[in-house]
């Protein structure tokens, strides 16, 4: 089945620019997405990308898939301490969504 | 205005009771999900309803079962609760089955057995 895995932690200081990754194993997927989780929160909807792009970009956020690696990653730019939360990347297979394991980011002031 | 709402935000229960937590969305979408997340952020599929009917049902014991009264609601109802369940449930909602439309989540409910 789909299997789709992050790093774990990534830590950046105030400005930085943040870099997290994510590889799939199912290159079905039409869709890719980026969701963010707040502490005690739910799911945001962060951004997408469709599989027949190779980048998006929106305001701080830049997404660049690598259809050949099955590689997805989340660039932001001018990282705050708002942005401190943990990421999911998810994939599509046979209609539902595979998530990620998430990637904790740590934003230092 | 609250596009997916859950009930309760918090739980805490004994081993052994029954307890439901309802799910609501004014999106008007058709579709409606339940997920888990364990202690280690590990977000997993349960269950996914099209227009009140089960579609997706993901090896969950049958100590939980879902209902869907009418397409805004999806309720998950858990039958003697054991302490591995314990985690957070959240509902999700999209206009369509296909996992190319967007999910939109509920805030949670984290479901504490002791």
């Known amino acids: 089945g789909e299997d789709v895995e992050q790093s774990l932690f990534l830590s950046v200081r105030e400005g930085d620019s943040s870099v997290i990754n994510c590889t799939y194993t199912?290159?079905?997927?039409?869709?890719l997405y980026w969701y963010k989780q707040e502490p005690g929160a739910g799911l945001q909807l962060l951004t997408y990308?469709?599989?027949?792009?190779d980048m998006k970009q929106d305001q701080r956020l830049t997404v660049l898939l690598n259809k050949k690696d099955k590689h997805l990653s989340l660039r932001i730019a001018d990282t705050q301490t708002g942005d401190s939360a943990i990421y999911f990347c998810a994939g599509g297979a046979t209609n539902k969504l595979i998530f990620g394991t998430g990637t904790l980011l740590a934003v230092q002031p | 205005d609250t596009a997916v709402s859950q009930t309760p935000k918090y739980l805490v229960t004994q081993m052994g009771n029954d307890k439901s937590i309802k799910c609501e969305q004014n999106l008007g979408h058709d579709t409606m999900y339940w997920y888990k997340q364990d202690s280690k952020k590990f977000l997993k599929i349960m269950f996914s309803y099209n227009n009140k009917e089960l579609i997706i049902n993901e090896t969950v014991p049958n100590r939980f079962s879902p209902k869907s009264p009418d397409k805004a609601h999806l309720n998950l109802h858990i039958n003697s609760l054991e302490l591995g369940d314990s985690a957070v449930y959240f509902c999700?909602?999209?206009?369509?089955?296909?996992?190319?439309?967007?999910?939109?989540f509920g805030p949670g409910t984290r479901l504490t057995v002791l």
């Open positions: 199912d290159s079905s997927s039409t869709y």
């Open positions: 990308i469709f599989s027949n792009m």
């Open positions: 999700a909602s999209s206009q369509s089955p296909s996992w190319g439309d967007t999910q939109y």
